[in-house]
C-alpha cells in the first residue's frame, strides 16, 4: 500500500476521532432532559459519565487502527505488533457493544411509561450501533486469524530456506 494511502487513513481516523468528541462534549449541552441545568449537572449526570466511561473503548479502538496503518505504512504487516493490534481492536468492540447493549436495556428497564419520552429511537440506535460494533468484531477477528496465519507460513518458509 502506497504510503500516501496510509497518511490519508490515518488522518481519517484522527478526523473521527476529532469529530466523536466535539459530538461528545456538544451533545450533552442539547440534549432535552439538561437544556434547563447548569454545566457541573450535565456532565454529572450518570448516564452521560457512563456514555464517556463507555466511549474509551471507541478511542482506543481507534488508536489502534491508527497504529496498525502506521504498521501498514512501514511495510510491516505481517509483524506480532499488528496482530496485537488487531486482536485490540476486536475486544474493544466487543467491548463497546456489550456496554451499548447496557444501556440499551438500562433505558428500557428504567423507562417509565407515564412520561411523555419513548425509549424507542434510543433502542433503535442502540440496536444499530451495537450491530456495526459486531460486524468491525467479526471483521477484524477475521483479519487477525488470516495475518496470524500468514505469519506462521512466513515463519515456516523462513525456517526452510
Do not use: H
Not at 61 to 66: D, E, G, T, V
Not at 110 to 126: K, L, R
Not at 141 to 159: G, P, R
Amino acid at each position: 500500500m502506497k504510503k500516501s494511502s496510509t497518511i490519508f487513513l490515518q488522518v481519517v481516523v484522527v478526523l473521527i476521532g476529532i469529530v466523536a468528541l466535539a459530538i461528545m462534549i456538544r451533545f450533552p449541552l442539547t440534549e432535552g432532559r439538561a437544556t434547563n441545568l447548569d454545566l457541573f449537572s450535565i456532565y454529572a449526570d450518570p448516564f452521560i459519565v457512563y456514555g464517556y466511561v463507555a466511549s474509551i473503548a471507541f478511542f482506543v479502538a481507534l488508536y489502534q487502527a491508527f497504529k496498525l496503518l502506521g504498521y501498514i505504512g512501514q511495510n510491516n504487516v505481517f509483524s506480532l505488533s499488528s496482530v496485537k493490534a488487531l486482536r485490540n481492536i476486536k475486544y474493544c468492540a466487543i467491548v463497546l457493544s456489550v456496554l451499548i447493549v447496557a444501556a440499551a436495556i438500562y433505558i428500557r428497564v428504567s423507562f417509565d411509561g407515564n412520561t411523555d419520552d419513548d425509549p424507542a429511537g434510543f433502542i433503535a440506535v442502540s440496536i444499530m450501533a451495537t450491530f456495526i460494533s459486531i460486524v468491525v468484531a467479526t471483521a477484524t477477528a477475521v483479519f487477525e486469524k488470516t495475518l496470524q496465519s500468514a505469519m506462521d507460513i512466513k515463519s515456516e518458509n523462513d525456517l526452510t530456506v
